[in-house]
């Protein structure tokens, strides 16, 4: 599968972006997705993703839960993130990233497909 992220850009302290991340290959309804996020010197962490579990749930790192909110739309095939009053801290570049059986919680090791990534400046 090939995902591409879009959506980035720059935006002020409580501002809000959607990122949008398409997929195309096989069947996009089958595989586990999240966002990921790396900003300067830092590694890469978690963001969100989709729980393993029936009805399924949304995960959500601690310092996004209540202000970003992940979803898909299975029939285009379109992973997103709305992110909702962004702080400086959200500045990093965000990638997508699936995995092909199901949820691969928040280590970015279990993903096995990764978008280009797309740039989040937030200013204040």
């Known amino acids: 599968v090939q995902l591409q992220a879009s959506g980035g850009g720059l935006v002020q302290v409580g501002g809000s972006l959607r990122l949008s991340c398409a997929a195309s290959?096989?069947?996009?309804?089958?595989?586990?997705m999240a966002w990921f996020r790396q900003a300067p010197g830092k590694e890469r962490e978690f963001v969100a993703g989709?729980?393993?579990?029936?009805?399924?749930?949304?995960v959500y790192a601690a310092s996004v839960k209540g202000r970003f909110t992940i979803s898909r739309d299975n029939a285009e095939n379109t992973l997103y993130l709305q992110m909702n009053s962004l702080k400086p801290e959200d500045t990093a570049v965000y990638y997508c990233?699936?995995?092909?059986?199901?949820?691969?919680?928040?280590?970015?090791?279990?993903?096995?497909?990764w978008g280009q990534g797309t740039l989040v400046t937030v200013s204040s």
């Open positions: 290959g096989r069947t996009f309804s089958s595989y586990g």
């Open positions: 990233a699936a995995r092909e059986h199901g949820y691969g919680g928040d280590f970015y090791g279990n993903y096995d497909y």
């Open positions: 989709f729980g393993w579990a029936t009805p399924i749930t949304t």
